[in-house]
T-cell receptor, first 110, second 113 residues
Framework: RKEVEQDPGPFNVPEGATVAFNCTYS??????FFWYRQDCRKEPKLLMS???SGNEDGRFTAQLNRASQYISLLIRDSKLSDSATYLC???????????FGPGTRLSVLP | DTEVTQTPKHLVMGMTNKKSLKCEQH?????MYWYKQKAKKPPELMFV???????INESVPSRFSPECPNSSLLNLHLHALQPEDSALYLCASSAPGLGGGYTFGSGTRLTVV
């Protein structure tokens, strides 16, 4: 089993749709969790850190369920500019070893 | 603009060449990383430096040689690479401890011919 798994995608959604991404991780000792977005031929950029209490930033909401070892990202009112690959990242060692999921590609269509 | 600067942005090299990739950050981060990313795949960890000491080496071939001259700089020396080493090489840094994620540089797109 891979350490971090994500929805295989791709997701093709119309503008204005709500889309949810799921991520599971295998190491119960994992300490911190993140969503990154990566545009084609660009570097990954931090989108959100994910906290147990859940956190929201505008149209984006991230949730963490430690018991189920599950992380989610919800995008509301999707925009064309949201088209990217979304990477789930888990920190498996104190401050050092960040493990990437395979990514889920999102295409928002006009 | 990224706070982690990588040079060069693009590099084409022959299999007998020696080249170096450079990375610099001035955020006071004490952990720096090299990742390799092939098309449509997530980044793969190569090396981790923590407080200028190599702490993780994910069994990368010896034709890749990292160097951390100080807490702000990270180099990756390349020698006798193979065409399959062509990829995007990403440098990242992070603050010590938990909570903060990585900050990535914009990467060096390497082509080995």
């Amino acid at each position: 089993r891979k350490e971090v798994e994500q929805d295989p995608g791709p997701f093709n959604v119309p503008e204005g749709a709500t889309v949810a991404f799921n991520c599971t991780y295998s190491n119960s000792a994992s300490q911190s969790f993140f969503w990154y977005r990566q545009d084609c031929r660009k570097e990954p950029k931090l989108l959100m850190s994910v906290y147990s209490s859940g956190n929201e930033d505008g149209r984006f909401t991230a949730q963490l369920n430690r018991a189920s070892q599950y992380i989610s990202l919800l995008i509301r009112d999707s925009k064309l500019s949201d088209s990217a690959t979304y990477l789930c990242v888990v920190n498996d060692n104190y401050g050092q070893n960040f493990v990437f999921g395979p990514g889920t590609r999102l295409s928002v269509l006009p | 603009d990224t706070e982690v600067t990588q040079t060069p942005k693009h590099l084409v090299m022959g299999m007998t060449n020696k080249k170096s990739l450079k990375c610099e950050q001035h955020m006071g981060h004490r952990a720096m990383y090299w990742y390799k990313q092939k098309a449509k795949k997530p980044p793969e960890l190569m090396f981790v430096y923590s407080y200028e000491k190599l702490s993780i080496n994910e069994s990368v071939p010896s034709r890749f040689s990292p160097e951390c001259p100080n807490s702000s700089l990270l180099n990756l020396h390349l020698h006798a690479l193979q065409p399959e080493d062509s990829a995007l090489y990403l440098c990242a840094s992070s603050a010590p401890g938990l909570g903060g994620g990585y900050t990535f540089g914009s990467g060096t797109r390497l082509t080995v011919v």
